[in-house]
């Protein structure tokens, strides 16, 4: 069956430094999401990306955050200059379409900011 | 904004049947979804609602009345791998970015 996967699993960093965490989605599908969750909270939306483009994003995908889909397979999340606050849970989700369609979660990457 | 509610915890016993229940208030409604997540790990997709009514999946049903805006998940012949967060999610907006509740954590016990 086929899913949405993540790397690296894990990743620590330290604070002011840049990251990047890597999606693939599922390749048949046509809509990325970006989603995190702070341990012991709700998971939470960051942003959704269609067409090569974002389509919507929440107050917290501020300028510190950016995505890309760079080669037609991956879908990656930068984060430019950590916080200790951007500890957490990160998960990609795709779907093949809007309404209907059934958001598929990668396993997720856990960021630590030290 | 979107607000969605639903029980922090729920304890019930191994082969019985347990109602999880979620209010929601939102605008451009797309649907409801449920998700089980057990700790550490990603929400994987349980039941999904556009219409009013019941979906039946097996062992899980969900129910949805988009008029009072509530939703319940509904587990049946509870088994002990059942113990996880559930998840209540509203589909909204044109790019059907999922809300989450704080989730449900249920403990099924012997």
């Known amino acids: 069956e086929p899913e949405v996967t993540q790397t690296p699993s894990h990743q620590v960093t330290q604070m002011g430094q840049e990251v990047i965490l890597r999606c693939v989605p599922i390749s048949n599908h046509l809509y990325f999401y970006w989603y995190r969750q702070i341990l012991g909270q709700k998971v939470e939306f960051l942003v959704s990306f269609y067409n090569n483009e974002i389509s919507e994003k929440s107050e917290i995908f501020d300028d510190q955050f950016s995505v890309e889909r760079p080669d037609g397979s991956n879908f990656t999340l930068k984060i430019r200059s950590t916080k200790l606050e951007d500890s957490a849970m990160y998960f990609c989700?795709?779907?093949w379409g809007l309404g209907r369609g059934e958001q598929f979660f990668g396993p997720g990457t856990r960021l630590t900011v030290l | 904004g979107q607000n969605i509610d639903q029980p922090t915890e729920m304890t019930a016993t191994e082969g019985a049947i347990v109602q999880i229940n979620c209010t929601y208030q939102t605008s451009g409604f797309n649907g409801l979804f449920w998700y089980q997540q057990h700790a550490g790990e990603a929400p994987t997709f349980l039941s999904y609602?556009?219409?009013?009514g019941l979906e039946e999946k097996g062992r899980f049903s969900s129910f949805l009345s988009r008029s009072k805006g509530y939703s319940y998940l509904l587990l049946k012949e509870l088994q002990m791998k059942d113990s996880a967060s559930y998840l209540c999610?509203?589909?909204?907006?044109?790019?059907?970015?999922?809300?989450f509740g704080t989730g449900t954590r249920l403990q099924v016990t012997l």
């Open positions: 989700a795709s779907s």
């Open positions: 999610a509203v589909s909204a907006g044109t790019a059907s970015k999922l809300t």
């Open positions: 609602n556009v219409l009013d």
